[in-house]
């Protein structure tokens, strides 16, 4: 089965420094991989998606994120990090192997705190 | 454009009643898929739907039910509610002929069990 491990529970950065959240999956074919991220109380937004193709991702409000076959891992970066960047961020993963509507499989999170 | 809509917004049962949950899908979205996210957990896939018929199951309880209607809103029904269904349940939407992967959740419901 399908496991997406994120290693940091929760990291702390302070503002206007740059951010690496890491994601590592666990399946054999090259799943299709997502970066959410959740506020308290609210749902979950999509920051950006790797399917196929070009391995460095551009999302929204700044993020991107490389895809390394080699070491099974899907970090999400930032350059610069702003206190509205403050949240729970989910790595997820799709294994692609139903045809369609497959569930996703989620990450235990990382809360990011920024510090001032 | 509207995004996806649940409702109600916040529930709170008693054990052993039942609940419903819907979730309407962003226009032209024909599939639709439930998460379960326990306080401080990540979400949990339980079911899925395309056109109406169920598509992925995960770890959906015997107790809960789902559906998928002709104008493709979903409920999610849910009956014997335990204290542990207490969470905050997702309803997500994607479109099949698009980029069917990409999924658009919900704000959630929260329902609390006492």
């Known amino acids: 089965a399908q496991s997406v491990t994120q290693p940091d529970i929760h990291i702390t950065v302070s503002e206007g420094a740059s951010l690496e959240l890491r994601c590592n999956y666990s399946y054999g074919a090259t799943p299709y991989l997502f970066w959410y991220v959740q506020s308290p109380g609210q749902g979950l937004q999509l920051l950006l998606k790797y399917f196929s193709g070009d391995t460095l991702v551009q999302g929204i409000k700044g993020f991107e994120a490389e895809f390394k076959r080699s070491q099974s891992s899907f970090n999400l970066r930032k350059p610069s990090v702003h206190w509205s960047d403050a949240a729970e961020y989910f790595c997820a993963v799709d294994d692609n192997s139903g045809g369609g509507a497959d569930g996703l499989t989620f990450g235990k999170g990382t809360h990011l705190i920024i510090q001032p | 454009a509207a995004g996806v809509i649940q409702s109600p917004r916040h529930l709170i049962k008693e054990k052993r009643e039942t609940a419903t949950l819907k979730c309407y899908p962003i226009?032209?979205?024909?599939?639709v898929y439930w998460y379960q996210q326990g306080p401080g957990q990540d979400p949990q896939f339980l079911i899925s739907f395309y056109e109406k018929m169920q598509s992925d199951k995960g770890s959906i309880p015997d107790r809960f039910s789902a559906q998928q209607f002709s104008d493709y809103h979903s409920e999610l029904n849910m009956s014997s509610l335990e204290l542990g269904d207490s969470a905050l349940y997702f309803c997500?939407?994607?479109?099949?002929?698009?980029?069917?992967?990409?999924?658009?959740f919900g704000p959630g419901t929260r329902l609390t069990v006492t």
């Open positions: 226009s032209r979205h024909d599939t």
């Open positions: 997500a939407s994607s479109y099949q002929a698009g980029s069917k992967d990409e999924q658009y």
